[in-house]
């Protein structure tokens, strides 16, 4: 018997230029595991879509009309029903303000309009598959510039919360905080790649992260990691 192919990501599409959303919408359909089911013209548009359609990751333009793209992002981010969609930054405006505003916001990954279409692909597959898609360098640079700066409204880590970590967790969240991959981090602890994963992923299931990214902002804003 044909084993059954897996489920395609559905994808959800989010900008105010109905030109742009054409040509991202032939380049998800032409991927054989991907499918466009939905797209918005706004932030509003964006949040109601995402809650009829449900989709894997939503494809997220900054600057639209109305409720941009940060604010719609908070909203998919912040509701309990939709903690399985993923949202991907696509952007102009590639500032290290707005990228460190997504991160708060819960988006798991931001990308430059100017990329290629295998790095647009490649970055769909990275968030939907509950990675972060920011370079280590990146991770670095903005989590040392405006994650850890104190901000009355996030409330995602503390001191008093990582004390549900064991001591491999805490160690594995650091160097994911860092910017090292699963197979980077199991080189520097001594362990599998395999083992590495279960460690991050216990510790954003202790600490409630929706995903990596929130992880590693917990880690700067609880202490753990000093920018």
């Known amino acids: 018997m044909t084993p059954e192919p897996p489920p395609k990501i559905r994808v959800l599409l989010a900008d105010d230029q109905a030109l742009l959303r054409a040509t991202f919408r032939i380049l998800v359909d032409s991927c054989p595991d991907m499918e466009v089911v939905g797209e918005a013209a706004d932030g509003t548009e964006a949040v109601a879509s995402t809650r009829a359609h449900r989709?894997?990751?939503v494809v997220m333009d900054i600057r639209m009309p109305?409720?941009?793209?940060?604010t719609a992002t908070a909203e998919i981010c912040a509701d309990p029903e939709l903690v399985d969609t993923r949202v991907l930054i696509l952007t102009t405006f590639e500032i290290d303000e707005y990228v460190a505003r997504a991160l708060r916001a819960g988006a798991s990954g931001f990308l430059g309009k100017d990329v290629g279409a295998d790095v647009?692909?490649?970055g769909i597959h990275t968030v939907a598959s509950g990675e972060t898609l920011l370079s280590p360098q990146a991770t670095r640079m903005l989590i040392g510039r405006f994650l850890a700066a104190p901000d009355p409204d996030d409330r995602l880590g503390s001191p008093e919360a990582l004390a549900e970590l064991t001591a491999r967790e805490r160690e594995s969240m650091a160097f994911a905080a860092e910017g090292l991959s699963n197979v980077e981090i199991a080189e520097r602890m001594f362990v599998?790649?395999?083992t590495a994963r279960t460690h991050i992923q216990r510790a954003m299931t202790k600490l409630q992260a929706r995903d990596r990214a929130q992880l590693v902002v917990m880690a700067y804003q609880s202490g753990l990691?000093?920018?």
Not at 66 to 70: N, Q, S, Y
Request: charged letters at 25%; hydrophobic letters at 35%; a negative charge.
């Open 66 to 70: 109305g409720t941009d793209g940060l």
């Open 55 to 57: 989709p894997d990751v």
């Open 225 to 227: 990691v000093k920018p």
């Open 192 to 194: 599998s790649p395999l």
């Open 120 to 122: 647009m692909l490649d």
